[in-house]
T-cell receptor, first 113, second 113 residues
Framework: SQKIEQNSEALNIQEGKTATLTCNYT??????LQWYRQDPGRGPVFLLL?????KEKRKERLKVTFDTTLKQSLFHITASQPADSATYLC????????????FGKGTMLLVSP | DAGVIQSPRHEVTEMGQEVTLRCKPI?????LFWYRQTMMRGLELLIY????????DSGMPEDRFSAKMPNASFSTLKIQPSEPRDSAVYFC???????????FGDGTRLSIL
């Protein structure tokens, strides 16, 4: 069956360090991969999109990599800040007639001062 | 840009009652999505519309759930009769294209007693 896996345990890091979150998938051939941020009591907010033919995408302190051979995406936040504390969700779009977005369960990031 | 607007933010009702959740998408967005989020299952797509037409409702759990989009600026998700296992946070999202980033509302937290 198709699966998207993100670390269920929270990631705790110190301010200023680089946070790296992992998204693994099986039995998918995604055309696009997206990362979202979700704060408590709020809806997910889009951060970055990467296509299957792209290896890496950057936006300010954020970097996403996409390895279709390993079936994995890594999400990096450099120079992390306490305000980066949130749950981060990866989502895959599989173009197969209908374009639907399937989400992982997310990883909580806690950045301590 | 007002963003996606959902109402109510919170709903507490007794088992067996009809529940109606409402969503106003971002103007100009052709796609509207309804999701349900629980701790156990994460964020699951229930149904989505393109230009007010339901395209994929395979995620709707059972016949007790129904969704409509009578015009481009309004959609409803109805549960009748409601059951305790329907308790979750329900999100509405919209996007300008099928593979474009989705904009989420802040959700309706539904509790069925």
């Amino acid at each position: 069956s198709q699966k998207i896996e993100q670390n269920s345990e929270a990631l705790n890091i110190q301010e200023g360090k680089t946070a790296t979150l992992t998204c693994n998938y099986t039995n998918y051939s995604p055309a696009y991969l997206q990362w979202y941020r979700q704060d408590p009591g709020r809806g997910p907010v889009f951060l970055l999109l990467i296509r299957e033919n792209e290896k890496e995408k950057r936006k300010e302190r954020l970097k996403v990599t996409f390895d279709t051979t390993l079936k994995q995406s890594l999400f990096h936040i450099t120079a992390s800040q306490p305000a980066d504390s949130a749950t981060y969700l990866c989502a895959l779009i599989r173009v197969s007639g209908y374009s639907t977005l399937t989400f992982g369960k997310g990883t909580m990031l806690l950045v301590s001062p | 840009d007002a963003g996606v607007i959902q109402s109510p933010r919170h709903e507490v009702t007794e088992m067996g009652q009809e529940v109606t959740l409402r969503c106003k998408p971002i103007s100009g967005h052709d796609y509207l999505f309804w999701y349900r989020q629980t701790m156990m299952r994460g964020l699951e797509l229930l149904i989505y519309f393109n230009n007010n037409v339901p395209i994929d409702d395979s995620g709707m759990p059972e016949d007790r759930f129904s969704a409509k989009m009578p015009n481009a600026s309004f959609s409803t998700l109805k549960i009748q009769p409601s059951e305790p296992r329907d308790s979750a946070v329900y999100f509405c999202a919209s996007s300008p294209g099928g593979n474009q980033p989705q904009h989420f509302g802040d959700g309706t937290r539904l509790s069925i007693l």
